[in-house]
């Protein structure tokens, strides 16, 4: 059968998508960031979780011939979220106060720069997929969610009409789509 652009454009025309900004994630801040509801309103955009495999590299199993790479372990990929600032810059303290609860890097503690326990700091993480309408379609649970990197915000006076963000990398350890 040949290729029909008629055939191509009616399947797309008749199949729904998912539109790139019907979003939603939402992340709980832990150590008294709070700010949950401040992050899941200011998520300007998100990266949706992807896989990737430690593996043995150059197996071969007859000392000879072919190599081959083989997977044994998942790792899953880490997501990129930029956060909107607002006028109090509220979303910045509440990132910043979860880093420090992570590992004290302020010395505010009785136990000065120390880092807490793993199950202490991470909180699950949701992303929300939307069709059109507004209606939930996938749900996206981040198992174990904690900030790995919180960028540095850029700002500039030849930005004058463009809102601050920050950028933040979230690491977890497994996620499900529901």
């Known amino acids: 059968m040949a290729f029909s652009i008629q055939d191509m454009k009616?399947?797309?025309?008749?199949?729904s998508y998912l539109m790139a900004s019907h979003y939603e994630m939402i992340v709980q801040p832990k150590g008294g960031g709070g700010g949950g509801e401040l992050l899941k309103i200011r998520a300007d955009s998100v990266s949706l979780?992807?896989?990737?495999?430690?593996?043995?590299?150059?197996?071969?199993?007859?000392?000879t011939g072919r190599t081959y790479n083989i997977p044994h372990s998942?790792?899953?990929q880490e997501i990129t979220v930029s956060h909107l600032i607002d006028t109090n810059s509220d979303v910045l303290k509440s990132l910043i106060d979860w880093a420090s609860f992570i590992v004290d890097f302020k010395g505010e503690t009785s136990a000065p720069f120390t880092a807490n326990y793993f199950k202490e700091y991470v909180s699950d993480a949701t992303i929300l997929l939307y069709d059109n309408g507004?209606?939930?379609?996938?749900?996206?649970?981040?198992?174990?969610?904690?900030?790995?990197?919180?960028?540095?915000?850029?700002?500039?006076?030849?930005?004058?009409?463009?809102?601050?963000?920050?950028?933040?990398?979230?690491?977890f350890v497994d996620y499900t789509i529901s």
């Open 134 to 171: 507004g209606t939930p379609r996938k749900t996206i649970t981040l198992v174990d969610t904690y900030p790995s990197t919180i960028d540095q915000v850029q700002m500039s006076w030849a930005s004058s009409d463009e809102i601050a963000r920050v950028n933040v990398s979230y690491q």
């Open 10 to 15: 009616g399947s797309l025309q008749s199949s």
């Open 74 to 76: 998942f790792t899953p």
């Open 49 to 63: 979780p992807g896989v990737s495999f430690a593996s043995v590299d150059q197996y071969k199993p007859f000392a």
